[in-house]
């Protein structure tokens, strides 16, 4: 069954980066978004319900520099597969560290589900297989590196679909950040300069065996189960 909703977002997001100063990547957007209307019969009128102001909206989920610091990693890795940003915020005289997610509505609440999912997923691992806090985070840190790949694996092969149904590598397109969103994020990051750290490849960690468990976990992760979640 076809997520009508879902496809109308990316529609809404191809017709945005369409105003892009880039021509090929304008030009691009524009073919995708027409094709796609064309697929579904969606016509622009169908467009207009579809949320345009960005929000911020917070996640569940804390950590600790101390206790589970991966739990970072873990946001930057997937906030930008689902069009969002993301940064930590600590509140006066708190040790505790808040995750926050800026993007549209309905981008927000597919990609802090994902999150969440995805931190509770490594925690119940860490926990089934017996790991003192140390080996954890050395699991959580592989897990992050293996759900990178995947994602990065499903956006080659979403490009080669894309170009297959088409007939042209011209549509290979993945979705991106709306430019709203970096601009709402840059803001933020300008009036908080810590908040601007992105994620970067993780080469540090102490148990190689537990890494290499989380590795192989984070890279199977993106499951049909996952898609149910969110």
Not at 115 to 134: D, G, P
Request: hydrophobic share 35%.
């Amino acid at each position: 069954m076809t997520d009508i909703e879902a496809i109308k977002r990316k529609i809404c997001r191809c017709l945005a980066l369409s105003g892009s100063p880039e021509e090929n990547e304008a030009r691009t957007a524009l073919k995708m978004a027409r094709k796609l209307m064309s697929i579904y019969k969606i016509e622009e009128k169908d467009l207009e319900k579809i949320p345009t102001m960005v929000e911020t909206k917070e996640s569940s989920i804390t950590y600790s520099t101390r206790r589970d610091p991966w739990i970072r990693h873990v946001s930057r890795v997937i906030c930008g597969r689902y069009c969002c940003e993301c940064y930590s915020s600590r509140y006066y005289r708190e040790k505790t560290i808040h995750i926050k997610f800026v993007g549209y509505s309905d981008d927000l609440s597919v990609c802090i589900k994902a999150f969440e999912f995805t931190v509770y997923a490594i925690k119940q691992n860490i926990v089934s297989r017996h790991l003192n806090n140390e080996d954890g985070k050395d699991y959580a840190l592989g897990f992050v590196v293996g759900l990178d790949t995947a994602y990065k694996q499903q956006e080659a092969e979403e490009i080669k679909n894309s170009a297959n149904m088409n007939g042209s590598s011209e549509f290979g397109l993945v979705m991106t950040v709306p430019g709203e969103v970096t601009d709402v994020m840059k803001n933020i990051a300008a009036e908080t300069p810590s908040t601007a750290k992105k994620w970067s490849n993780i080469s540090k960690y102490s148990n190689g065996a537990a890494f290499a468990e989380g590795l192989t976990d984070g890279k199977n992760h993106l499951t049909p189960k996952l898609s149910e979640v969110v």
